[in-house]
């Protein structure tokens, strides 16, 4: 049974620019969730994603967006990255509300 | 608002003991509470998910036990191994609307053989 799939692994971006990260969740799970980590502050949450609809957003600046697609599927989106947004980003699966979640291997960000 | 504690935030044993780790949370009203593991740059790992309704959840060496009129949720590692080496993170879903997970930030286990 596949997990959850992030990529791409690693990315290096400039500051300024955008980034596009992508969760191709387990197959039948049609809750997708996104996590910040940084050493700072630990687990932070973005947004989560049912059914192609936004359900909840964390508290992250407009810069930060995502979707989420009719397979299931979910990107998200950063513009306009700030050194501030180097951090692990994962993405989570679930297939109901009270399932618990499979997360992903993360997708490593880095601006230079 | 929910806040969620790990202690301690670092420990090194020796191989073969047992260990406890520690997490509370500020607010019992949750669906659930789960338990995670980290490898250094890596992603989670679930370990254990207790449901509110649960007192406990054992799975091979691990065993998890929640108590919500606390907010308390113990991770036992029995026979710990030097494969044990890693953060274990602990996080509870809020009940309600919104489903986000409240995280505690980590303890770091480090096994010596």
């Known amino acids: 049974k596949a997990g959850v799939t992030q990529t791409p692994r690693y990315l290096i971006k400039t500051r300024g620019q955008q980034v596009t990260l992508s969760c191709s969740p387990i197959s039948g799970h049609r809750s997708v969730s996104w996590y910040q980590q940084t050493p700072g502050q630990g687990l932070q949450f973005l947004f989560e994603y049912f059914s192609e609809t936004q359900r909840n957003k964390g508290n992250f600046p407009g810069r930060f967006s995502g979707r989420q697609f009719s397979n299931s599927r979910s990107e998200m989106n950063v513009s306009t990255l700030e050194l501030g947004d180097s951090a692990l980003y994962l993405c989570?699966?679930?297939?109901?509300?009270?399932?618990?979640?499979?997360f992903g291997s993360g997708t490593r960000l880095t601006v230079v | 608002k929910q806040e969620v504690t790990q202690i301690p935030a670092a420990l090194s044993v020796p191989e073969g003991e047992n260990l406890v780790l520690n997490c509370s949370f500020t607010?019992?009203?949750?669906?659930?509470l789960q338990w995670f593991r980290q490898d250094p740059g890596k992603g989670l790992t679930s370990l254990l998910l207790i449901q509110s309704s649960q007192r406990e959840q054992t799975s091979g060496r691990l065993n998890a036990s929640l108590d919500k009129s606390s907010g308390r949720s113990t991770l036992y590692i029995a026979a710990s191994q030097p494969g044990d080496s890693a953060t274990y993170l602990c996080a509870v879903q809020r009940a309600g609307n919104n489903r986000k997970l409240i995280w505690g930030l980590g303890t770091s286990l480090a096994v010596n053989p």
């Open positions: 989570a699966s679930s297939t109901s509300w009270n399932d618990g979640y499979t």
């Open positions: 607010d019992s009203a949750i669906y659930n």
